[in-house]
């Protein structure tokens, strides 16, 4: 027990020899990142970075995930790499070019925003139909609308142009919905003016949402998820809004590899496996009511959960 203790220290020591691994470390603790942006946070060349990422991926402190030509890092999130990399964390705390490495990482994730917003501003009046030409004859807002149990409040996260809150509004009396975009936002509101329906619309992120806690009892996240860069912020925030045994209802894309889907409709991931939807659904402190699957457009299938709001114990 002593010798594999002590083998493991050596491994992880051993990755962390180098300057250059301490810093992509630190960087991948505080958020995933692809090579691509690891380069222009360190100014350093693909082979370099490439080559410091293999070395800490051998020495267990980070793992990565491959999303169609794309790889993704982070520092691993389970014992005992991560607990070592916590237990860490503080020294980098100390020097300033740790945090000037954290600076641009925060600046990278600000662009990657900005962007998001600027092409969902962009494609904001013809989204419905963008929409359409992926899901096809599936009526996906007829689905989640026979889902939804009766309550006083339901909140749509990421609303869009608002095809789905006009649906709730007919059977919740409060209906609340909320975007990053400003011009989704207007398109939704020139909807809802037409439909004479009175709905509460908030700009915001689903990553920090601008509502109270409890706030709602009904959460519903539709082709949205892959649009995030950590879905796993957006479910906790799904739950932290949700009021006592709430309803969850998550409908996005099953996992494929269609890369033309980033460029044309701006998505982060290439849809979603089973495994994590319900790991992150786990963690995220929601039970599982039920689970489906439709076949869409381009080959792709769509999926949806419905689960509830578990007691925190």
């Known amino acids: 027990m002593v010798v594999f203790a002590a083998n493991k220290a050596l ?151 608002g095809a789905l809150l006009e649906q709730i509004a007919e059977t919740v009396n409060t209906v609340i919905g909320v975007d990053s975009s400003r011009k989704m936002l207007a398109e939704a509101a020139k909807r809802l003016d037409h439909s004479g329906r009175e709905i509460d619309l908030r700009i915001g992120e689903l990553e920090h949402l601008p509502l109270r806690d409890e706030e709602t009892e009904i959460a519903i996240i539709n082709l949205v998820l892959h649009h995030l860069r950590n879905p796993r912020e957006g479910l906790l925030e799904a739950r932290r809004i949700l009021s006592h045994g709430g309803t969850l209802i998550i409908a996005d894309l099953c996992k494929h590899e269609q890369e033309v889907m980033r460029s044309r409709f701006g998505d982060h991931w290439l849809g979603f496996s089973r495994e994590e939807i319900e790991s992150w659904l786990e963690e995220a402190g929601f039970d599982i009511q039920e689970r489906k699957q439709y076949p869409v457009r381009r080959g792709l299938e769509v999926f949806l959960y419905r689960g509830s709001k578990r007691e925190q114990t």
């Open 11 to 161: 491994r992880y020591f051993k990755a962390l020899s180098d300057e250059t691994r301490l810093r992509l470390l630190n960087i991948l603790c505080f958020q995933e990142f692809n090579v691509q942006e690891l380069m222009g946070i360190l100014d350093m060349g693909q082979s370099r970075i490439s080559r410091h990422l293999k070395l800490l991926l051998e020495g267990g402190l980070i793992e990565s995930r491959r999303d169609g030509l794309w790889a993704f890092y982070r520092a691993v999130d389970q014992d005992p790499g991560r607990r070592f990399s916590d237990s860490i964390r503080y020294l980098f705390d100390e020097e300033p070019i740790y945090r000037e490495d954290l600076t641009k990482a925060s600046a990278v994730l600000k662009t990657d925003k900005l962007q998001s917003r600027r092409f969902f501003d962009t494609v904001a009046s013809n989204w419905e139909i963008m929409k359409r030409s992926i899901i096809g004859e599936l009526d996906l807002v007829g689905e989640i609308r026979k889902r939804i149990p009766p309550a006083e409040t339901a909140t749509d996260l990421g609303c869009g142009s």
